[in-house]
C-alpha cells in the first residue's frame, strides 16, 4: 500500500510522520526547504502538558532536555501582584517553553532514525491529483518528480500550497495582534517563573508585557503592541528591554540580547478541512494565537486526531464517517477556541471606559488571560468531543465518571497485561482502543495470575471479540468511578463510554461507533503480506486476524 505523504516540515508534519510510524504507517515528508533549520531563540513554542506528553512519546528528546518547566506563573497589574499559580509538586502541570528550532530538531532527529518515515528536502509540492484508491502528488524543480499515496495531509504551514490546491477559502481576522519581542539572558527577581505584566508603569510598558523563562538563564520577553502602531526600531526595542528590566529590578541589570523579531497575529479558520483523501492540518488549517492560546498545540492535537483514522484507514478501511469526523471534532473545537478570543478581545484590550473602573474587572480580565496562557478554560482547555459523530448511542449500562464523554482521560496508573505498572497516557498512540477495568486492590494481586482473577475472564473474551484491536489494563482507581466500572478509551486519550461492570454487547457497540462503523466495500484494505519490521509478534497477530473480527458478535452475547 501506498505511504500517506505529508507535505511540510514543521513539528505538526514530522509529528504526523512520526504518529503514523508508531501505528505502522509509512510516510513520505515532503520539505520544502534544505532539510535545517534556522536558529531563532525569540520564535519560542509553550506546549501544554497533553502536547508535550505527545511528543515526547515520539521520541523527541529536546523536549526532556531542552525546555523549560516553569517553577510557577504570576500575574501583575501595575505595580501589585495579583496572582499567583504554583506549578510541580503539590500544584498542576507546567507548561513546556522551549525554542522551536529546538523542537523541529528533536522532531526530525526521531524521524531520521524511523524505517517507516522518508523525508524528501526540497520536496516544493506543484500539483495534487486524487482518484478513488490514492492521491498523487507531483513535486517541481529541484528533483521534480512524481509521488504516490494513499492519503495526503498539508502540513505546510499559513500559506499553504495544499490549501490553494484544493481551492479551500481560509477567512478570518487579519493583525489581531501584535508583539515585540526579545530572547535575551539576564537575571529576573522571579527564577524560573513566568510573569504577565499589565499596565506596566514606565513610559514604553504599553498595555501588556510577558517573561517566559528558557533554559540556561535565558527569557523570551513580549511586548503587546497598538494594532496599527509604528515600526518598531532596533533602537526602539533596546529601550523597551532597558526600561523593562530597570522596572522589574530597579536598575537594568547586564543582560545579553541574544535575538528579536516582531509578530503579527492572525485568526483564521479554513472552511474545509478535508477533500476527499486530502486533508488539512496546523497553521494550514487554522491561526491563532491571541490572549495567549498556541496556534502549535492546536496543531499538534489535529495529528494526535487524525493519525490513528488514517492508521485505521490504511491497515483495515474506514468509513467516511470515521474520516469526516477529522474535521467534525478538530474544526469545530478551534472554531470555539477563536470565538472565545474574538470575544474577550474587545473587553481585554479596552482602554479606559466604565468596564475599567468596576469591582472586580481587572480580577476577571486576569483570568482570562492567565487562561489563555496556561491552557485553561475556554481559550485553552485540551478539547471535548461532546458532539463527535463517533460517540456512541446512550446505553443504560453506561455510568458517569468524573471525566465527561468525550474529553481527554485522566493519566491514571494502570496495570498491563504483562504486569508491569504504566501510566495510561503512555499506551495511546498505538492505533488501539484502551479497555480499562477499575478494580481497587490490584495492587497486591499475583501479577502471574490476574487475568484469571474476578471478572478479568469475561472481560478479556469481550475485548478479544471488539471490531478493532484494543488492550485491556487494570487501574486501582478512576476519578469519579466506582468498583468494576469499565473504561473505553479511544487511541487519542478521549473517553468513549464508561459501563457499571462487564458489558459486552454494550462494549462491542461503543467500539464499533468509536471506529465509524463498518469500512465501506472500497474502502477495505487489501491484505497484506508484509509488516513492519518493528512490529511484534502480538501485534501481526492482532492485525493477521482482524478481518476475522467484524462478524465476531456471536462471541460477546
Same mark, same amino acid.
Given at each position: 500500500?501506498?505511504?500517506?505523504?505529508?507535505?511540510?516540515?514543521?513539528?505538526?508534519?514530522?509529528?504526523?510522520?512520526?504518529?503514523?510510524?508508531?501505528?505502522g504507517v509509512?510516510?513520505?515528508?515532503l520539505?520544502?526547504?534544505?532539510?535545517?533549520?534556522?536558529p531563532?531563540?525569540?520564535?519560542?513554542?509553550?506546549?501544554?502538558?497533553?502536547?508535550a506528553d505527545?511528543?515526547?512519546?515520539?521520541?523527541?528528546?529536546?523536549?526532556?532536555?531542552?525546555?523549560?518547566?516553569w517553577?510557577?506563573w504570576?500575574s501583575?497589574?501595575?505595580?501589585?501582584?495579583?496572582r499567583?499559580?504554583?506549578?510541580?509538586e503539590?500544584?498542576?502541570?507546567?507548561?513546556l517553553?522551549?525554542?522551536?528550532?529546538d523542537?523541529?530538531?528533536g522532531l526530525?532527529?526521531a524521524?531520521?532514525?524511523?524505517?517507516?518515515?522518508?523525508?524528501?528536502? !526540497?520536496g516544493?509540492?506543484d500539483?495534487?491529483?486524487q482518484?478513488?484508491s490514492?492521491?498523487?502528488?507531483?513535486?517541481?524543480?529541484?528533483g521534480?518528480?512524481?509521488w #504516490?499515496g494513499?492519503?495526503?495531509?498539508?502540513?505546510?504551514?499559513?500559506?499553504?500550497?495544499?490549501?490553494?490546491l484544493?481551492?479551500?477559502?481560509?477567512?478570518?481576522?487579519?493583525?489581531?495582534?501584535?508583539?515585540?519581542v526579545?530572547?535575551?539572558?539576564?537575571?529576573?527577581?522571579?527564577p524560573?517563573?513566568?510573569?504577565?505584566?499589565?499596565?506596566?508603569?514606565?513610559?514604553?510598558?504599553?498595555?501588556?508585557?510577558?517573561?517566559?523563562p528558557?533554559?540556561?538563564?535565558v527569557?523570551?520577553?513580549?511586548?503587546?503592541?497598538?494594532?496599527?502602531?509604528?515600526l518598531?526600531?532596533?533602537?526602539?526595542?533596546v529601550?523597551?528591554?532597558?526600561?523593562?528590566?530597570g522596572?522589574?529590578?530597579g536598575?537594568?541589570?547586564?543582560?545579553?540580547?541574544?535575538?528579536?523579531?516582531?509578530y503579527?497575529?492572525h485568526?483564521?479558520?479554513?472552511?474545509?478541512? #478535508?477533500?476527499?483523501?486530502?486533508f488539512?492540518?496546523?497553521?494550514?488549517a487554522?491561526?491563532l494565537?491571541?490572549?495567549g492560546t498556541?496556534?502549535?498545540?492546536?496543531?499538534l492535537?489535529?495529528i494526535?486526531?487524525?493519525?490513528?483514522?488514517?492508521?485505521?484507514a490504511?491497515?483495515?478501511?474506514?468509513s467516511?464517517?470515521?474520516?469526516?469526523?477529522?474535521?467534525?471534532?478538530?474544526?469545530t473545537?478551534?472554531?470555539?477556541?477563536l470565538?472565545?478570543a474574538?470575544?474577550?478581545?474587545?473587553?481585554?484590550?479596552?482602554?479606559?471606559?466604565l468596564?475599567?473602573?468596576?469591582?472586580?474587572?481587572?480580577?476577571?480580565?486576569?483570568?482570562?488571560?492567565?487562561?489563555?496562557?496556561?491552557?485553561?478554560?475556554?481559550?485553552?482547555?485540551?478539547?471535548?468531543?461532546?458532539?463527535?459523530?463517533?460517540a456512541?448511542?446512550?446505553?443504560?449500562? !453506561?455510568?458517569?465518571v468524573?471525566?465527561?464523554?468525550?474529553?481527554?482521560v485522566?493519566?491514571?496508573?494502570?496495570?498491563?497485561?504483562d504486569?508491569?505498572?504504566?501510566?495510561?497516557r503512555?499506551?495511546?498512540?498505538?492505533?488501539?482502543?484502551?479497555?480499562?477495568?477499575?478494580?481497587?486492590?490490584?495492587?497486591?494481586?499475583?501479577?502471574?495470575?490476574?487475568?484469571?482473577?474476578?471478572?478479568?475472564?469475561?472481560l478479556?473474551?469481550?475485548?478479544?471479540?471488539?471490531?478493532?484491536?484494543?488492550?485491556l489494563?487494570?487501574?486501582?482507581?478512576?476519578?469519579g468511578?466506582?468498583?468494576?466500572?469499565?473504561?473505553?478509551?479511544?487511541?487519542?486519550?478521549h473517553?468513549?463510554?464508561a459501563?457499571?461492570g462487564?458489558?459486552?454487547?454494550?462494549?462491542?457497540?461503543?467500539?464499533?461507533?468509536a471506529?465509524g462503523?463498518?469500512?465501506?466495500?472500497?474502502?477495505?484494505a487489501?491484505?497484506?503480506?508484509g509488516?513492519?519490521?518493528?512490529?511484534?509478534?502480538?501485534? !501481526?497477530?492482532?492485525?493477521?486476524? !482482524?478481518t476475522?473480527?467484524?462478524? #465476531?458478535?456471536?462471541?460477546?452475547?
Amino acid at each position: 500500500m501506498d505511504p500517506v505523504i505529508v507535505v511540510g516540515a514543521g513539528p505538526v508534519g514530522l509529528a504526523l510522520s512520526l504518529a503514523l510510524a508508531a501505528q505502522g504507517v509509512p510516510s513520505v515528508v515532503l520539505d520544502e526547504g534544505p532539510g535545517k533549520e534556522e536558529p531563532r531563540t525569540a520564535r519560542t513554542a509553550v506546549l501544554r502538558p497533553d502536547t508535550a506528553d505527545l511528543v515526547e512519546r515520539l521520541g523527541c528528546t529536546t523536549v526532556r532536555d531542552g525546555g523549560a518547566r516553569w517553577a510557577g506563573w504570576r500575574s501583575m497589574r501595575r505595580n501589585q501582584d495579583v496572582r499567583q499559580v504554583e506549578f510541580g509538586e503539590g500544584g498542576e502541570p507546567s507548561p513546556l517553553h522551549l525554542p522551536q528550532h529546538d523542537l523541529t530538531r528533536g522532531l526530525r532527529a526521531a524521524a531520521a532514525v524511523q524505517e517507516l518515515v522518508q523525508i524528501v528536502p !526540497q520536496g516544493r509540492l506543484d500539483t495534487i491529483e486524487q482518484d478513488g484508491s490514492g492521491v498523487t502528488a507531483h513535486t517541481r524543480e529541484p528533483g521534480a518528480t512524481w509521488w #504516490r499515496g494513499s492519503f495526503l495531509v498539508g502540513c505546510d504551514g499559513a500559506r499553504s500550497t495544499v490549501r490553494k490546491l484544493l481551492d479551500i477559502r481560509f477567512p478570518g481576522r487579519t493583525a489581531v495582534e501584535r508583539h515585540a519581542v526579545a530572547a535575551l539572558r539576564t537575571e529576573l527577581p522571579w527564577p524560573d517563573e513566568a510573569l504577565l505584566h499589565r499596565l506596566p508603569p514606565w513610559r514604553t510598558g504599553g498595555q501588556e508585557i510577558s517573561a517566559r523563562p528558557l533554559p540556561d538563564g535565558v527569557w523570551r520577553l513580549d511586548w503587546l503592541l497598538p494594532a496599527r502602531g509604528e515600526l518598531v526600531t532596533p533602537e526602539a526595542l533596546v529601550t523597551r528591554v532597558r526600561d523593562t528590566l530597570g522596572g522589574w529590578c530597579g536598575e537594568t541589570p547586564p543582560y545579553d540580547l541574544i535575538d528579536t523579531g516582531v509578530y503579527t497575529l492572525h485568526h483564521r479558520l479554513a472552511r474545509r478541512w #478535508r477533500v476527499g483523501r486530502a486533508f488539512l492540518a496546523g497553521d494550514a488549517a487554522h491561526l491563532l494565537g491571541a490572549l495567549g492560546t498556541q496556534g502549535l498545540d492546536e496543531g499538534l492535537r489535529d495529528i494526535d486526531n487524525l493519525a490513528w483514522k488514517l492508521a485505521q484507514a490504511w491497515h483495515l478501511g474506514a468509513s467516511e464517517t470515521l474520516l469526516d469526523s477529522y474535521q467534525a471534532e478538530r474544526r469545530t473545537s478551534v472554531a470555539s477556541r477563536l470565538r472565545a478570543a474574538d470575544q474577550a478581545l474587545p473587553i481585554l484590550r479596552r482602554s479606559g471606559g466604565l468596564r475599567t473602573y468596576l469591582p472586580g474587572t481587572a480580577r476577571g480580565h486576569d483570568s482570562l488571560l492567565t487562561d489563555g496562557h496556561l491552557g485553561r478554560g475556554a481559550l485553552g482547555a485540551p478539547p471535548e468531543y461532546t458532539r463527535s459523530p463517533l460517540a456512541p448511542p446512550h446505553a443504560e449500562a !453506561q455510568t458517569l465518571v468524573g471525566t465527561p464523554l468525550g474529553a481527554p482521560v485522566a493519566d491514571v496508573r494502570a496495570t498491563a497485561p504483562d504486569g508491569t505498572t504504566v501510566r495510561l497516557r503512555d499506551r495511546l498512540g498505538r492505533g488501539r482502543l484502551l479497555v480499562t477495568l477499575v478494580a481497587p486492590g490490584t495492587g497486591v494481586w499475583d501479577r502471574r495470575h490476574w487475568m484469571t482473577a474476578g471478572v478479568m475472564p469475561r472481560l478479556a473474551a469481550a475485548v478479544t471479540a471488539l471490531p478493532v484491536r484494543a488492550e485491556l489494563l487494570v487501574t486501582e482507581s478512576y476519578p469519579g468511578a466506582s468498583a468494576h466500572t469499565v473504561l473505553l478509551v479511544r487511541p487519542d486519550g478521549h473517553l468513549v463510554a464508561a459501563f457499571h461492570g462487564v458489558r459486552p454487547a454494550e462494549l462491542y457497540a461503543a467500539a464499533d461507533a468509536a471506529r465509524g462503523g463498518s469500512p465501506a466495500p472500497s474502502a477495505q484494505a487489501p491484505p497484506r503480506t508484509g509488516l513492519p519490521e518493528q512490529s511484534t509478534p502480538s501485534d !501481526q497477530m492482532d492485525r493477521m486476524d !482482524q478481518t476475522d473480527r467484524t462478524d #465476531r458478535t456471536a462471541d460477546i452475547n
